[in-house]
């Protein structure tokens, strides 16, 4: 974007760079938690969870992509160094090597989504009415993410309901249950 563009954003520039920056640094945190996680996912249906992850880690890296062409129409460059992305990031310090087990996964994915929609909806309200581009990209990235939170949440549904089954499974329950 060019001088006029800048130019309608007006004072609230810098403001509005500042929450892209963080931005930017959830993605890049976001993208590595899931990108990490899908790698060594450990746990009975984890393939198939692994496989989303990878989705997932693509679709927070695009998001990255997205809030960094914005910096740049807006003349300002992205953080560039990973200890910028977990200092500056609301996640704070994410090891995803201590989120390898398929229920830690999906819980701790659950938590950063959530933070993500929260701030998202801080952002969103804040350029409404002040920088419409910067408003349209933060809203279909929201859109994204509630759609991901949605779908965590089945996944972990499904996973107590596998996990309750295998309980009456092996208290032989199941075999009473059949009976009636
Ligand atoms: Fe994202
Ligand atoms: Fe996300």
Redesign the pocket.
Same mark, same amino acid.
């Given at each position: 974007m060019g001088r006029k563009g800048r130019e309608i954003v007006g004072s609230s520039i810098d403001e509005i760079v500042d929450d892209l920056k963080v931005a930017y640094c959830? !993605?890049l945190t %976001?993208f590595h938690y899931y990108w990490y996680t899908s790698l060594y996912m450990q746990g009975i249906g984890s393939l198939t969870i692994a496989s989303k992850f990878k989705d997932s880690a693509m679709?927070?890296l695009k998001? %990255?992509g997205m809030i960094g062409e914005r910096l740049n129409q807006l003349a300002a460059m992205a953080p560039s160094s990973p200890v910028d992305w977990t200092n500056t990031s609301i996640f704070g310090n994410v090891d995803p090597s201590k989120y390898t087990t398929l229920r830690d996964a999906i819980e701790k994915a659950l938590e950063i989504e959530g933070l %993500?929609i929260e701030h998202y909806n801080e952002l969103i309200k804040r350029v409404k009415d002040v920088d419409y581009a910067t408003y349209d990209i933060l809203q279909d990235?929201l859109v994204? !993410?509630v759609k !991901?939170e949605q779908d965590l949440e089945d996944i972990l549904a499904r996973l107590e309901l596998r996990e309750v089954e295998e309980k009456i499974e092996e208290e032989g329950g199941k075999e009473i249950i059949e009976q009636f």
């Open positions: 959830n !993605e %976001a679709e927070e998001h %990255a %993500a990235i994204e !993410e !991901e």
